[in-house]
Structure formats: structure tokens, C-alpha cells
């Protein structure tokens, strides 16, 4: 059974920092794309960041561009997401998701992150 | 940057009445890999998204065949053939042709 587990989430003041993490398991983790979908209160769906197998090819939505870094480690079958310069726009629920059929297969619960002072 | 748009924005259904839902692109989400990568996504109240069709009609895994999907191009449509109380949530479109991915605003289908 496929399994994604984010955490990391919490209260953070605005310009901080926090690490999100994904514990993936039941499949074979270093064969598929990896992504970050996030989804701001009452709000709709938006890509955050994804990440090729290898872990060298990201792409990243323009509004987090140069401050959120998507990484992944095949060894401890995790994905990751290092948020810097955090601001109260980015606050929401940060999903996981697996791409193996070109689309977002299978979504952790969320962790949420509230950017506020 | 490809725009998703979805109508309608709310869609109230009598149980066991079909429901259809539609999804525009601004631009062609056929790959240049011969597929077209767009996608519909079922969020329930309180959970997260759950992976409906693939690749405009493909149903993944363990998704009853009452849900459909059609279209090419630029225009897309899910529908679901007789609505259940179990389908209450929201709908979202998404494309993975180009990034930026993007997804449709959403579609709200509730029961009358």
C-alpha cells in the first residue's frame, strides 16, 4: 500500500524558515517524479515544486522561486521541501504527491504551515 | 503559463442523476510525446485530493466506472453517470503538459 507521511508544518513568523519532509513508502520511490501541491484555507489546489527521479531536474511556481528548495533522498525514501523567506501568502496545506501515470497518483494527509506573527 | 478554467463553479445534483463537469485550456495540453497529460481529482470534505482519471480518461486505480472523462485539446469533461452521497466534494482539473503545472479552480458538487 502506498504511503506518504508529511510533517514538518507549524507556526512560523514571517521571513523564517521551515523544512518539510515526506516519508514515502510501498513503492519504489527513486522510480517516480515526486511533487508539492499546496492548498491555502478554503482555497483550490496549487503546484508548488516537483522533482525528476534523478533529484537533479526541479521546476518550482514562480511565487516560490529562489526561496523554497524541493529535494529528495533515495536512501531514506524521502522527499523534502526547505521553505525560506516564508510569507503569510504561503500559508496552507503542503501535500505530497507520487507521479508515475502523468498525473498526481497518491497524496499524503497535508501538513500545514501558518506563516503569521 | 497554461490557464485552467472549470465550469460550473457549483453543480447541485439529485442523487442517482448525472452530473458533468467541464475544463478548458488556454493552449493545447497534447505533449509532444503524443500524450495529453490532463487529469481530474476528487477532494472530499476534510481530505486530500484523490487521484480520479489520468490522461483524459484513463480511471486510476479503484475508481468506480460511474466517472468518465472525454475531450481533447483544449476542452475536457468529467462526468459521473449517477451521483452517490460518496461523491459529494470538490473537482479539480490538472494539467502536467508544460510547466508550470496548473489546476482548474475548482467545481463544487453537492446534493439538491
Known amino acids: 500500500e502506498v504511503q506518504l507521511v508529511e510533517s514538518g508544518g507549524g507556526l512560523v513568523q514571517p521571513g523564517g524558515s521551515l523544512r518539510l519532509s515526506c516519508a514515502a513508502s510501498?513503492?519504489?520511490?527513486?522510480?517516480?517524479?515526486m511533487s508539492w501541491v499546496r492548498q491555502a484555507p478554503g482555497k483550490g489546489l496549487e503546484w508548488v515544486a516537483s522533482?525528476?527521479?534523478?533529484?537533479?531536474?526541479?521546476y518550482y511556481v514562480d511565487s516560490v522561486k529562489g526561496r523554497f528548495t524541493i529535494s529528495r533522498d533515495t536512501a531514506k525514501n524521502s522527499l523534502y521541501l526547505q521553505m525560506n523567506s516564508l510569507r503569510a501568502d504561503d500559508t496552507a496545506v503542503y501535500y505530497c504527491?507520487?507521479?508515475?501515470?502523468?498525473?498526481?497518483?497518491?497524496w499524503g494527509q497535508g501538513t500545514l504551515v501558518t506563516v503569521s506573527s | 503559463d497554461i490557464v485552467m478554467t472549470q465550469t460550473p463553479l457549483s453543480s447541485p445534483v439529485t442523487l442517482g442523476q448525472p452530473a458533468s463537469i467541464s475544463c478548458r485550456s488556454s493552449q493545447s495540453l497534447e505533449h509532444s510525446d503524443g500524450n495529453t497529460y490532463l487529469s481530474w481529482l476528487q477532494q472530499r470534505p476534510g481530505q486530500p485530493p484523490r487521484l480520479l482519471i489520468y490522461k483524459i480518461s484513463n480511471r486510476f486505480s479503484g475508481v468506480p466506472d460511474r466517472f468518465s472523462g472525454s475531450g481533447a485539446g483544449t476542452d475536457f469533461t468529467l462526468k459521473i453517470s449517477r451521483v452517490e452521497a460518496e461523491d459529494v466534494g470538490v473537482y479539480y482539473c490538472m494539467q502536467a503538459t508544460q510547466f508550470p503545472l496548473s489546476f482548474g479552480g475548482g467545481t463544487k458538487v453537492e446534493i439538491k
Open positions: 522533482i525528476k527521479q534523478d533529484g537533479i531536474m526541479k
Open positions: 510501498g513503492f519504489t520511490f527513486s522510480r517516480y517524479w
Open positions: 504527491a507520487t507521479s508515475d501515470t502523468g498525473a498526481f497518483d497518491y
